[in-house]
């Protein structure tokens, strides 16, 4: 059974910086793609990062595209989402998910990839 159990809830200013982080238990971790969605009230789930299994490769939704990173530490079992450069609209809960199959640009947007999901984390921007 695979867990994600995600922390770095918080009320950060508009321009401010935030960090989450998810850890990873019960399966090969450093074999999974890793990605992070967020869902605003009254909105869907939205695609926000993916990383590679190695790391090497990411991407990212457009709109968060150089102000956010995906990293993750394999030895940590863990993902990270920086987020800088925050915005009163990056305000959501955010999730992070786990897939066993390589990163593929064409479908890990999706959350229907993704076969494993964290509890979620509240992140709320003040303008």
């Known amino acids: 059974q695979v867990q994600l159990v995600q922390s770095g809830e918080g009320l950060v200013q508009a321009g401010g910086s935030h960090r989450l982080s998810c850890v990873v238990s019960?399966?090969?971790?450093?074999?999974?793609?890793m990605g992070w969605f967020r869902q605003a009230p009254g909105k869907e789930r939205q695609f926000v990062a993916a990383?590679?299994?190695?790391?090497?490769?990411?991407y990212y939704a457009d709109s968060v595209k150089g102000r956010f990173t995906i990293s993750r530490n394999n030895a940590k079992n863990t993902v990270y989402l920086q987020m800088n450069t925050l915005r009163p609209e990056d305000t959501a809960v955010y999730y992070c998910?786990?897939?066993?199959?390589?990163?593929?640009?064409?479908?890990?947007?999706?959350?229907?990839?993704?076969?494993?999901w964290g509890q979620g984390t509240q992140v709320t921007v003040s303008s």
């Open positions: 998910a786990a897939d066993p199959t390589r990163l593929n640009r064409s479908r890990h947007y999706s959350l229907y990839e993704y076969h494993y």
């Open positions: 019960g399966r090969t971790f450093t074999t999974y793609t």
């Open positions: 990383i590679s299994w190695s790391g090497t490769s990411t």
